[in-house]
T-cell receptor
Framework: GENVEQHPSTLSVQEGDSAVIKCTYSDSASNYFPWYKQELGKRPQLIIDIRSNVGEKKDQRIAVTLNKTAKHFSLHITETQPEDSAVYFC?????????????FGKGTMLLVSP | GAGVSQSPSNKVTEKGKDVELRCDPI?????LYWYRQSLGQGLEFLIY????????KSGLPSDRFSAERTGGSVSTLTIQRTQQEDSAVYLC????????????FGQGTRLTVV
C-alpha cells in the first residue's frame, strides 16, 4: 500500500518567517494530496489540497507544490503567525484511479514564536 | 447540516471489556474512514468504507478490532477484550465520494483502558 513520509517532525520559526514541510509518497498512482491542520485538542481540518494535474496551488499565505516525477510534495507557509502553531499532516490517495484510502504522514508540529 | 458526529466523546473501560464506538457521517457521504491517534502521534489508518464495496480492513491492528457500516451511513468500531495499548483517540472521517475529496473529521472518541 501507499507509504507517506513527512519531515521535519517539529519545526520552530519566528513570527513572520516562512515554514516549509515536505512529504514523499511511494505509490506513483496517487493523485490527490491534501494537507490537514490539527490544533491542540481539536479535530484535523483541511487547509489546502492539490491534484496531480497541477504543480502548484496557492491560497493566501499557504501554497503547496507537487513534483510527480520525484513523488514529493511540500507545504509552504509565508509570513507565519502564532495562530499557525499546530500539527500539520500531509496525505495521499489515488481516488478515482482505484479503491484507495487516505494515507497520512506522521505529522509536523509547527511552533511559531512571537 | 451537522458535521461528522462521534459518540461517546470519552470512554473509560476496564481491561478485557468490549467497547463500541459510533460514527455518524455527513449525510450523503459515501466514504468513511476510521483512524487511531495515540498521544502526540500521527493518524494511524484502521479501516475504510466506500459505498457498497467491501471495506479495506488492512489497517486493523488485530482480530480484536472490527467495524461495520450499516445502510451506508452509521458506522460502529468494536474493540473486543480491550488492552491498555488500545488507549487512544479514535477519529472517524467521511467524504463525499472516493478518497479524493475533502475528508471531514469527527471530534473523536478518547478511549482509556484501565
Amino acid at each position: 500500500g501507499e507509504n507517506v513520509e513527512q519531515h521535519p517532525s517539529t519545526l520552530s520559526v519566528q513570527e513572520g518567517d516562512s515554514a516549509v514541510i515536505k512529504c514523499t509518497y511511494s505509490d506513483s498512482a496517487s493523485n490527490y494530496f491534501p494537507w490537514y491542520k490539527q490544533e491542540l485538542g481539536k479535530r484535523p481540518q483541511l487547509i489546502i489540497d492539490i491534484r496531480s494535474n497541477v504543480g502548484e496551488k496557492k491560497d493566501q499565505r499557504i501554497a503547496v507544490t507537487l513534483n510527480k516525477t520525484a513523488k514529493h510534495f511540500s507545504l509552504h507557509i509565508t509570513e507565519t503567525q502564532p495562530e499557525d502553531s499546530a500539527v500539520y499532516f500531509c496525505a495521499a490517495s489515488k481516488g478515482n484511479s482505484g479503491y484507495s484510502t487516505l494515507t497520512f504522514g506522521k505529522g509536523t508540529m509547527l511552533l511559531v514564536s512571537p | 447540516g451537522a458535521g461528522v458526529s462521534q459518540s461517546p466523546s470519552n470512554k473509560v473501560t476496564e481491561k478485557g471489556k468490549d467497547v463500541e464506538l459510533r460514527c455518524d457521517p455527513i449525510s450523503g457521504h459515501t466514504a468513511l474512514y476510521w483512524y487511531r491517534q495515540s498521544l502526540g502521534q500521527g493518524l494511524e489508518f484502521l479501516i475504510y468504507f466506500q459505498g457498497n464495496s467491501a471495506p479495506d480492513k488492512s489497517g486493523l491492528p488485530s482480530d480484536r478490532f472490527s467495524a461495520e457500516r450499516t445502510g451506508g451511513s452509521v458506522s460502529t468500531l468494536t474493540i473486543q477484550r480491550t488492552q491498555q495499548e488500545d488507549s487512544a483517540v479514535y477519529l472517524c472521517a467521511s467524504s463525499l465520494d472516493r478518497a479524493n475529496t475533502e475528508a471531514f473529521f469527527g471530534q473523536g472518541t478518547r478511549l482509556t483502558v484501565v
